[in-house]
């Protein structure tokens, strides 16, 4: 309908060893639980058949797991939101929020131009890295309700010399035990092309520069999957950061996505912590949004 680039890869999630396929199992019944329809458990042989390249005791598979052109999909929703209505503000930092009667008054610093001020009876508060400072601006004791910051930064690394070919589709192993991550995995985009990641560790401070010196630490994640892969086949690509509630060495901490009316602040909704899926669930997102401001009588 709106002309995103997608294609439908399948996904397997393989257990290299005996060991390892209580953990895959127990994704596939929580995602049964869940309403994912399906899904297969491959034994070694079935695997074959559909990764011949990807070794492994056996795995989980999602036929119907695909990719899409995520910056296209951002497009267009910005595209659909103008269509709608919607004014964005660009290059405008959010820099106060003080609650009213009426809801909140905003304050905004545009680049290069003086501060000014708008007022809205709803505030979503959707600034990824930055929502712990919005929710603070807003009265949020963040350390008392946990709503603080971890951030997490993850690389990846393209795999080069026509390797790409040997994979059909996504490649995960089995989830890690402490969830920092899903676990370097292997993903294919729409032009065929193959990377491996991302890593996962914490930061202090934000950039986007991949560590050549990471290669190692990559190919040696990924080789009992991926036997065919050498490390001189991994180039630096692209790097991230995840906006995380765990905080190192911590309990493993889901999305917030909250109404904050028993705080006093009617009319706000708090994302917080949404990493992946968070691009995959993102119109799922709004829908929830949208059903909690109906709820309360805000829409």
């Known amino acids: 309908e709106h002309r995103i680039p997608f294609k439908r890869t399948g996904k397997v999630i393989v257990a290299a060893s005996a060991s390892e396929e209580h953990s895959i199992e127990g994704l596939f019944h ?16 079935e695997l074959a058949a559909i990764e011949p390249h990807v070794s492994g005791h056996s795995a989980l598979y999602s036929p119907n797991t695909g990719i899409i052109d995520s910056h296209q999909l951002t497009k267009r929703l910005e595209a659909l939101s103008l269509m709608g209505g919607v004014s964005i503000l660009y290059r ?3 820099v106060g929020i003080e609650k009213d009667a009426q809801g909140f008054v ?8 003086p501060r000014y001020t708008f007022s809205t009876r709803i505030l979503i508060n959707a600034a990824g890295l930055e929502s712990e400072a919005v929710a603070t601006m807003a009265g949020i004791d963040i350390k008392q309700v946990r709503y603080r910051i971890f951030p997490v930064k993850g690389e990846y690394f393209r795999v080069s010399g026509g390797k790409h070919r040997l994979v059909n589709g996504l490649v ?10 899903l676990g370097i995995h292997a993903t294919k985009d729409l032009s065929g092309s193959l990377r491996l990641g991302p890593n996962a560790f914490y930061v202090d401070h934000i950039d986007f520069d991949v560590d050549p010196g990471h290669a190692k630490s990559f190919f040696e994640s990924t080789h009992d999957l991926l036997t065919f892969l050498r490390e001189e086949d991994l180039m630096p690509d692209m790097a991230g950061i995840r906006p995380k509630l765990q905080k190192p060495g911590g309990e493993f901490r889901d999305f917030v996505i909250s109404h ?5 602040l009617t009319g706000l909704v708090t994302l917080l912590g949404i990493e992946s899926p968070g691009l995959t669930s993102c119109l799922a997102i709004g829908d929830r949004v949208e059903r909690m401001l109906e709820e309360a009588a805000l829409l």
């Open 106 to 113: 905003c304050t905004v610093k545009p680049t290069g131009q």
């Open 260 to 264: 904050e009316a028993d705080r006093g």
């Open 172 to 181: 995960y192993p089995s989830p890690e035990k402490n969830l920092t991550g």
């Open 30 to 45: 929580t995602a049964a639980e869940n309403g994912a329809e399906g899904l297969r458990m491959l034994d070694k042989n």
């Open 92 to 94: 405008a930092p959010l």
